[in-house]
Antibody
Framework: QVQLQQWGAGLLKPSETLSLTCAVY????????WSWIRQPPGKGLEWIGG???????NYDPSLKSRVTISVDTSKKQFSLRLSSVTAADTAVYYC???????????????????WGQGTLVTVSS | EIVLTQSPGTLSLSPGERATLSCRAS???????LAWYQQKRGQAPRLLIY???TRATGIPDRFSGSGSGTDFTLTISRLEPEDFAVYYC??????????FGGGTKVEIK
């Protein structure tokens, strides 16, 4: 049973860089897209992006210029950096495991079968 | 990007009743790559259905998914008290942008 545990700073000022990390316990690290999803207070889910174990990434086009997702396979961890944050980036951020069909590993098409506990990130001056 | 519109926004039902939730896509979803999630207050979402109609591990058979193209449905055959929550659909047919619907809240009538 895979478990995802995430951590990072919960309060940022405008223009700072958001940084979160997620550790994966149990289950294989390879063959999955390790992903970040956020949820503004009282609103729906927004996909941010994901990274395959070997480093291939795909990002939401609206965030792509500010987002970097990286992976450390030796530690079974992956991280999110979101630069130049504003109040609009205030949200609960989730890490999640993306499931992709083995025969289309590089497709970037996946759903999410395991989630972290979520981290509330507030951007305020 | 593919926009998913979920309806109704809120569904008020009693335990034991049938719930039918709709998810409509702005364009066809490739290979029926559509998933459904349940989210309870203060919790992370939980995967219910993937590939339009395949139940995830441990999901009871009162949950079923159907549809194709642009119209998809999640049906809960008989609502249990623990089923009152918010439900989201997600398409993963386009790798350019994976998108979620706005959610349907199933509340106790």
């Amino acid at each position: 049973q895979v478990q995802l545990q995430q951590w990072g700073a919960g309060l940022l000022k405008p223009s700072e860089t958001l940084s979160l990390t997620c550790a994966v316990y149990g289950g294989p690290f390879s063959g999955h897209y390790w992903s970040w999803i956020r949820q503004p207070p009282g609103k729906g889910l927004e996909w941010i992006g994901g990274i395959l174990h070997r480093g291939n990434t795909n990002y939401d086009p609206s965030l792509k210029s500010r987002v970097t997702i990286s992976v450390d396979t030796s530690k079974k961890q992956f991280s999110l950096r979101l630069s130049s944050v504003t109040a609009a980036d205030t949200a609960v951020y989730y890490c999640a495991r993306g499931v992709v069909r083995s025969y289309e590993m590089l497709s970037g098409r996946y759903y999410f079968d395991s989630w972290g506990q979520g981290t509330l990130v507030t951007v305020s001056s | 990007e593919i926009v998913l519109t979920q309806s109704p926004g809120t569904l008020s039902l009693s335990p034991g009743e049938r719930a039918t939730l709709s998810c409509r896509a702005s364009q066809g979803v490739t290979s029926s790559y559509l998933a459904w999630y349940q989210q309870k207050r203060g919790q992370a979402p939980r995967l219910l259905i993937y590939g339009t109609s395949t139940r995830a591990t441990g999901i009871p058979d009162r949950f079923s998914g159907s549809g194709s193209g642009t119209d998809f449905t999640l049906t809960i055959s008989r609502l249990e008290p623990e089923d009152f929550a918010v439900y989201y659909c997600q398409q993963y047919g386009s790798s350019l942008a994976l998108t979620f619907g706005g959610g349907t809240k199933v509340e106790i009538k």
